[in-house]
């Protein structure tokens, strides 16, 4: 089975603009995570996504969105870009549920803002 | 909020030692889970034990967890160069557990030295 797939792998930006990134979950899988990961707060959950409604939320401001689509395929987006959204974007697929059931992580996606 | 906590924060030791990592968490969890982080790359599933197993083995692995003391280690047989990572626990609420139905701590950085 092909893994976790996230494009694009790496995103430079500049503040202000907008910016989605994709992600591919493992074929069969219903539930997509996605996480920040920075130096100073470490991995952070952002959303889950499951059969195309948001499930749960983490904690971060409405600039960050996500969706899922039928083919459980996500994307998240994020607006009004700020310096301190430079981070590793994780995307986490599961079968059913992120609490439960093991988890499988892309290659992240390196986002840069300038 | 960040349950799972990992010690030590970086361990150093000789290859063919071995290595051991703790993890400790406040609630009371449906399972935990360890990962491997390569530098800058995405989390590597290692191992999920369930809150009523009390030891897992997987290769040169072993994950033991004591629910009466919240707490669970992780020990690398043998250690070898390429184990030289960040390693992750997370601590898995009861399905649908919310935004806190998995928290990773900050991780333990491994190095191997030949």
């Known amino acids: 089975k092909a893994g976790v797939t996230q494009t694009p792998r790496y995103l430079i930006k500049t503040r202000g603009q907008q910016v989605t990134l994709s992600c591919s979950p493992i074929?069969?899988?219903?539930?997509v995570s996605w996480y920040q990961q920075t130096p100073g707060q470490g991995l952070q959950f952002l959303f889950e996504?499951?059969?195309?409604?948001?499930?749960n939320k983490g904690n971060f401001p409405g600039r960050f969105s996500g969706r899922q689509f039928s083919n459980s395929r996500s994307e998240m987006n994020v607006s009004t870009l700020e310096l301190g959204d430079s981070a590793l974007y994780l995307c986490?697929?599961?079968?059913?549920?992120?609490?439960?059931?093991?988890?499988?992580f892309g290659p992240g996606t390196r986002l840069t803002v300038l | 909020s960040q349950q799972g906590e990992e010690d030590p924060q970086a361990l150093s030791i000789q290859e063919g030692e071995n290595a051991t990592m703790n993890c400790s968490y406040k609630?009371?969890?449906?399972?935990l889970q360890w990962y491997r982080q390569n530098s800058g790359r995405g989390l590597v599933h290692l191992i999920l034990?369930?809150?009523?197993?009390r030891e897992k083995h997987s290769g040169r692995l072993r994950v033991t967890l004591d629910t009466s003391k919240k707490s669970s280690s992780l020990l690398i047989t043998a250690s070898r160069a390429a184990d030289t990572a960040s390693y992750f626990c997370?601590?898995?609420?009861?399905?649908?557990?919310?935004?806190?139905?998995?928290?990773f701590g900050k991780g333990t950085h491994l190095i191997i030295q030949p």
């Open positions: 986490a697929s599961s079968l059913e549920d992120r609490s439960t059931d093991t988890q499988y």
């Open positions: 074929s069969g899988h219903r539930s």
């Open positions: 996504y499951f059969s195309e409604t948001q499930r």
């Open positions: 609630t009371s969890i449906n399972n």
């Open positions: 034990i369930r809150s009523n197993e």
């Open positions: 997370a601590t898995g609420l009861y399905s649908g557990g919310g935004a806190d139905g998995l928290t």
